[in-house]
């Protein structure tokens, strides 16, 4: 066994912990907030809620909405500019995971210089960011514990991964109440997310023990809350459940890393826009099925925690049971099931699975991949 | 559900990982470290190893050794006269829960004034303390990952639970070859005290989805692998097994605090300077008794993950099983069964029951107790 690292931020989670946001920003040592959200988020009347913890605290604050899905470098440069602007000195990001991916990026360059361009990879970044504290409103990316930071090089149209432990956000706060203003195409696309998250960590070839027990603790709540999650925007057991399933499968996610379909998918996102937790959706089955001979012991276990009978089953039968699992999940939410649907050209495979390999994720995927392997997955799905 | 809180160090584990303990220092700002051991480390040559360690990045440092098991207020007092003396500014702490739990106390003192009773109960520090890196050579303490120091107030003759998310080390280094060099006496009473902190945090009023995964794979590597470790010294698997057992139930109590046994278990620490293991291991079967009527659903899983067959069984009798599993264990291991062995008299035990039941980790026992009870169960283990 190598050595093996984990980390997590410390983690407030439960309806109405929202309350504790200005008092977590205060501890932190912030006076001057600058509040990275979405116009969802506004509109949804989180973000005013949200103020009024600041002000209760004395909290100034500066808000900045200007960040879209899949967030784009030119969209941090004038994210730090405002920041700097404003003379802010802490970070409070409340969204999704283009929200908290952009807060984190704007962390990054507001104590190292640069592009975030320069970023790309791992450790490498040298000082240590200001206070940061993430309020994650869907379930979700899981950035909200996380190392990791996707931003867009617009130049290259490329999603780039941006890890290090200096990302890990100081405080997590998790309400689940803020999962109630989603839309039930929101809420299954990211709770599909939230999946792949989950088993990707764990057949990652960086799986560890620490990390195993929340990858399986989110796929065994996904399988009992995503679907009534996705059927009632107001079913508040449904929501919690998700909201902790997310949380377990970033802390797993953040440690053991993901894989291919994350290698994939962070293509689609940076060259077409494409929505992650969508692609994620359309490519799992097909990638799962690429990996079950890395890990046929495994996928037995997903399989049970999907909800699978495995008894009396081969072994070989058992485990795969895990992509019928999968399949019936997708189906029974209505996410779309090709690549086409959302955009992808057959002309674009090429040149997308090339960049996939080049990808951070891909590094951790159970099994090895050559670009035509990549392409021959991405037709698939097509 | 009501608003939890979750929080890791940052951990890094495997075999060869001690090699890590110098740079860790030295990325947190350390310049001269205080290093807090024990004789038996000592002589086991692990300091000299981790010395070295240090030497290899510049650090300066300081070795103090003036421990004993139940760590006491007065040589806390002059360890901190050291730590001053010597013009520190990190703290390593190297050994088994005594160590640890006195290292983290002298860092408390480092920055925050006056004597260490002072600090009893739950966050009653207020200024950060310097950097922290414990290294724990027993599977174990848990104290490398937790929020708690223990430490004897030796006018009362009273156990104290300092806790507080101060106390939590920066980083965490657990390197399983350093459990080879433990006798098996002391192999079984840190394992029972393991299987204590499992399911104590397991059971606790305060345990939440995200410290029960933890207590769970802990009583699962328990029940593998504590037979063969406390057979071998030399069983690497087992060693390795046991490592993180004692790690994933240390990050599960450190948040989801403990119960009765230790509620129980400081008193006898603290008036009769008992071993802490030994006396778990005696008391945790009377204690799972009397708990029983709080949580029969989550014996029923105890008793699984002990290697239980509950197949075919009533709710009932499947959770009973839990109480056979501990006896069973704690039989093969030898370990003591009796109060009276360890030197307890029948007229200690009023008093001792009155000093538990304002332990910090009654509040978090899932069944209620009177000072009554508490003396009942005492009578019972004696």
């Known amino acids: 066994m190598q050595i093996s690292k984990f980390m997590t931020p410390e983690i407030i989670f439960g309806n109405q912990s929202i309350a504790q946001i200005g008092e977590s920003l205060r501890r932190l040592g912030a006076t001057r907030v600058f509040l990275v959200s979405d116009l969802g988020v506004v509109n949804a009347g989180w973000t005013e809620r949200i103020i009024s913890y600041l002000k209760q605290q004395n909290l100034e604050y500066h808000l900045w909405t200007n960040v879209t899905a ?197 293509q689609l996102g940076g060259y077409l826009d494409a929505p992650h937790g969508e692609v994620n959706a359309i490519l799992l089955p097909y990638v799962l099925e690429y990996n079950y001979i890395a890990a046929p012991e495994k996928y037995r276990l997903i399989a049970e925690c999907l909800g699978e009978n495995t008894s009396g089953l081969s072994a070989h039968d058992a485990s795969r049971l895990t992509l019928k699992a999968v399949k019936e999940l997708a189906r029974d939410l209505g996410v779309p099931e090709t690549l086409s649907a959302i955009g992808l050209h057959p002309e674009q495979i090429d040149l997308l699975s090339a960049h996939a390999l080049n990808d951070v994720c891909m590094a951790t995927n159970p099994r090895d991949m050559s670009v035509p392997d990549v392409a021959a997955l991405f037709r698939q799905a097509l």
């Open 70 to 266: 899949n967030p784009k470098d030119y969209e941090i440069h004038a994210g730090i500019a405002e920041y700097r602007a404003m003379e802010c000195n802490a970070i409070l990001g409340v969204g999704g995971g283009s929200s908290i991916d952009a807060a984190k990026a704007i962390a990054l360059l507001a104590t190292n210089e640069g592009s975030i361009v320069q970023y790309e990879g791992v450790d490498n970044i040298m000082h240590p960011l200001p206070p940061m504290v993430m309020v994650p409103t869907t379930a979700g990316s899981g950035s909200e514990v996380s190392q990791f930071s996707i931003i867009v090089d617009s130049a290259r149209k490329v999603k780039m991964a941006i890890i290090s432990k200096s990302l890990i956000p100081d405080i997590a706060i998790i309400d689940p109440q803020t999962l109630m203003t989603k839309d039930k195409e929101l809420t299954a696309n990211t709770g599909m997310d939230v999946l792949t998250h989950a088993i990707e960590s764990y057949i990652s070839l960086a799986a560890t023990p620490l990390t195993e027990v929340h990858s399986l603790q989110a796929m065994r709540l996904i399988a009992k809350h995503l679907r009534p999650s996705a059927a009632s925007q107001y079913n508040a057991e449904a929501k919690q459940a998700m909201a902790m399933a997310s949380l377990q499968a970033g802390i797993a996610f953040s440690n053991a890393i993901l894989g291919a379909v994350h290698a994939m998918s962070h």
